[in-house]
Every structure is written in C-alpha cells, then in structure tokens.
C-alpha cells in the first residue's frame, strides 16, 4: 500500500500486515501499532532490528504524520509464520508520563506560548506554532502537585481555550478546535462506511452548584473548618431528575465567574453527552487530504441525527489498514465540548448555550 511509509532509526520497514495510527484531541501524544512478517522469500526467517525505544516515523499519504518512539515488540512464531508487533507513541509520551521536576512549579506573568515553550524544553521539544491571539499572560500561574507535564500544559490550555497538539516532527502546536474545516461532508450511503452513535447520562447533572472556598484557618485540620464563600447553580433541563453535583472551584471567586463555571459545566457535560463514531474508506478526503482531528465536518445520517445536516468536531481518527482493508474511524463530539473554562475577571466572556443536534431526534420520537 503506497500511503503509508514507515521507518525505524531511518530504516524502511517493508512487508508489514496490519497498521493502525490514531491521534486524539483528548490526548496529547497518538499511538501507532505495526504487525510486520519476518519471512523472506525463499522462506528462511530474518532478524528485525527493532528495539525498545527506537524512534519511529511514520508517513501517511505522502505527509510526514508522527514522529515517536518504539514502546513494545512482540515477536511471535509458530509453524507456519514469524511476525513481530511494533507499537508506540509520539515524542511528547514522555511528557504525558513524566512530572515536573526542574522546576517549582510556579511561574508569574507568562504567556501560554512561553509556559508551553519552558515545558517541553527539557525533553527537546519546541512549540513550532500557536494562534495570534492567547489572550493575557497568567498573572500566576501553578502546577498541581504530582501532576505530570502535560497535565500542567493543559490545565493552562484549557484556561485559553487551546488545545496542545503534537506535529509531524513530534514538536507541539497549540491550536483552537474547528478553525479549520474537512473539505468533505460525511453522508450515509455516499462516504460514510458504517456509523454508530453513542448517548450516556452519567455524567451529567440537573443541578450544579459551583462554590467558592475561602478562610482557612493557619493551623489545625483545614478540612473541618472551611467556610463557603459564594455561590452559583445552573440546571440542565434535559435531566428531568433530581440529580445534583457540588464543584469546589477554589479560593478568592467573585460571583460572576462561579456563574459562568456553572453554566460552563452544564454546557460541556451535555455536549459531551453524545457522539458518533463513523467509518470511512480510506485515509483521504476527495482532495487528497487527510482527515484530520479539531476540524468541522458536516454530517449527514438521517437515522441517527434526523433530517438535515449538522455540524460536528472530529475528535478522534484511527488510520487502520488491514484485512479489512483501508478504513478511517472518526470519533465526532459537538463542538462545545471543547469550550475553554470561563476565566475570572471583568472581561471573560459569557457562557452561550448551544444548539442541541440531537433535537431533531428527540423531536421526531417524542413529538415535540
């Protein structure tokens, strides 16, 4: 198959068998797993020098796509066939896995760019791009602790409305999810393979009460003697039950930002609610492009959404080629499931609710 080049420490692997490559907004590193035959030819069995901790490159549609490094191999043999299992991650694996430990954890009047840039220097890696606009620099800024370096990365990201994704070459780009839009539809019976949606409750709320924690005591058991500053709610009318949620959103909150983080909350859980998972053939779009993660596609699936077209976020995409042939599977969330968290202060911006494009459904089944 000519889309996919793959290379270990600049060796060309040939006659592999199975292929999987995936990438994820919710994650910061993707994964790549490769099944490759050991057999020559003439039938002898040849060594494949592939270790723990190789770096790997990986070519899809002639656009260098991942660059990570080797984590397991699984040499398998029997009677008829000598194969070996590749798997891996991209370069920034290592700031998922790894925590903070050059520094205090502190940081004061830093832009999102430079607290990125200062992250991801002690493993080589650089931030090779970022919007125009991430906002004001953090008058204060702290990590968590025993967070790892991600963790600290996105918990800034997700303040700017960022997503920190990783390039080709393994470096970090921060982007914002659905600037960019597929160059395809998605349409039942035309592109779209097979499709399934996927809806759950459980993790939302009727009522959610966003609190802030103010005056703890100099000594003795802080827990036992904290007292309530202010206080929000904010109500998801779909969830017909009495079923509340208390989040403790720190110290020195004014009263309009717990207002919007409890309007935020109700927001993103819903929209994170529901998604579908749609499968296509092949990796490109009718342009040639690949299909990407944090762009917005047009979908359109009659059983599943209704008449009409909506618009949704492609969150996931997991390259496969195999026996079942070439396939892309695309993870699809609504779009405000990625809103940033509301930010204190007189400028942050008011939590909008969003269109519902499961209402079609509802409507449909329910008649009104």
């Given at each position: 198959?000519?889309?996919?080049?793959?290379?270990?420490?600049?060796?060309?692997?040939?006659?592999?068998?199975?292929?999987?490559?995936?990438?994820?907004?919710?994650?910061?590193?993707?994964?790549?797993?490769?099944?490759?035959?050991?057999?020559?030819?003439?039938?002898?069995?040849?060594?494949?020098?592939?270790?723990?901790?190789?770096?790997?490159?990986?070519?899809?549609?002639?656009?260098?796509?991942?660059?990570?490094?080797?984590?397991?191999?699984?040499?398998?043999?029997?009677?008829?066939?000598?194969?070996?299992?590749?798997?891996?991650?991209?370069?920034?694996?290592?700031?998922?896995?790894?925590?903070?430990?050059?520094?205090?954890?502190?940081?004061?009047?830093?832009?999102?760019?430079?607290?990125?840039?200062?992250?991801?220097?002690?493993?080589?890696?650089?931030?090779?791009?970022?919007?125009?606009?991430?906002?004001?620099?953090?008058?204060?800024?702290?990590?968590?602790?025993?967070?790892?370096?991600?963790?600290?990365?996105?918990?800034?990201?997700?303040?700017?409305?960022?997503?920190?994704?990783?390039?080709?070459?393994?470096?970090?780009?921060?982007?914002?999810?659905?600037?960019g839009r597929a160059a395809d539809r998605l349409v039942?019976?035309?592109?779209?393979?097979?499709?399934?949606?996927?809806?759950?409750?459980?993790?939302?709320?009727?009522?959610?009460?966003?609190?802030?924690?103010?005056?703890?005591?100099?000594?003795?058991?802080?827990?036992?003697?904290?007292?309530?500053?202010?206080?929000?709610?904010?109500?998801?009318?779909?969830?017909?039950?009495?079923?509340?949620?208390?989040?403790?959103?720190?110290?020195?909150?004014?009263?309009?930002?717990?207002?919007?983080?409890?309007?935020?909350?109700?927001?993103?859980?819903?929209?994170?609610?529901?998604?579908?998972?749609?499968?296509?053939?092949?990796?490109?779009?009718?342009?040639?492009?690949?299909?990407?993660?944090?762009?917005?596609?047009?979908?359109?699936?009659?059983?599943?959404?209704?008449?009409?077209?909506?618009?949704?976020?492609?969150?996931?995409?997991?390259?496969?080629?195999?026996?079942?042939?070439?396939?892309?599977?695309?993870?699809?969330?609504?779009?405000?499931?990625?809103?940033?968290?509301?930010?204190?202060?007189?400028?942050?911006?008011?939590?909008?609710?969003?269109?519902?494009?499961?209402?079609?459904?509802?409507?449909?089944?329910?008649?009104?």
């Amino acid at each position: 198959m000519s889309e996919i080049s793959i290379s270990v420490d600049g060796q060309i692997l040939t006659g592999w068998e199975e292929v999987q490559v995936s990438k994820s907004m919710d994650q910061l590193c993707g994964s790549f797993s490769v099944t490759q035959s050991a057999i020559n030819e003439d039938g002898t069995i040849r060594p494949i020098p592939i270790f723990p901790g190789d770096q790997v490159q990986v070519t899809l549609a002639g656009v260098p796509f991942m660059t990570g490094w080797v984590d397991d191999i699984d040499p398998k043999v029997n009677g008829r066939s000598h194969s070996i299992g590749v798997s891996g991650r991209e370069l920034t694996c290592d700031l998922v896995d790894c925590g903070l430990t050059d520094t205090t954890g502190q940081w004061k009047n830093v832009d999102l760019k430079q607290l990125a840039t200062q992250l991801a220097a002690p493993f080589g890696l650089k931030v090779e791009s970022a919007p125009a606009d991430l906002g004001q620099p953090f008058p204060k800024f702290s990590a968590e602790p025993g967070d790892s370096v991600f963790q600290t990365l996105n918990k800034a990201c997700t303040l700017r409305g960022v997503l920190p994704m990783t390039t080709g070459s393994g470096n970090i780009a921060l982007i914002q999810s659905g600037d960019g839009r597929a160059a395809d539809r998605l349409v039942y019976g035309v592109n779209v393979k097979s499709a399934a949606g996927k809806f759950s409750n459980k993790d939302r709320f009727s009522l959610y009460v966003v609190r802030g924690q103010d005056g703890f005591p100099s000594t003795g058991t802080a827990s036992a003697n904290k007292t309530i500053g202010v206080e929000a709610r904010a109500q998801d009318p779909d969830v017909v039950r009495f079923r509340p949620t208390v989040i403790v959103a720190g110290n020195n909150l004014d009263q309009k930002t717990a207002q919007r983080r409890a309007s935020w909350e109700a927001q993103t859980r819903a929209a994170k609610a529901g998604g579908l998972e749609v499968v296509v053939r092949g990796w490109t779009q009718s342009t040639g492009e690949l299909w990407q993660c944090a762009r917005l596609v047009s979908v359109e699936i009659p059983y599943l959404l209704g008449e009409g077209s909506q618009d949704f976020l492609i969150n996931t995409v997991k390259y496969t080629y195999g026996a079942g042939g070439t396939t892309a599977t695309l993870s699809l969330a609504r779009p405000d499931a990625f809103e940033p968290i509301p930010e204190a202060g007189p400028n942050a911006k008011k939590v909008k609710a969003k269109a519902d494009p499961w209402a079609n459904v509802r409507k449909s089944v329910r008649g009104s």
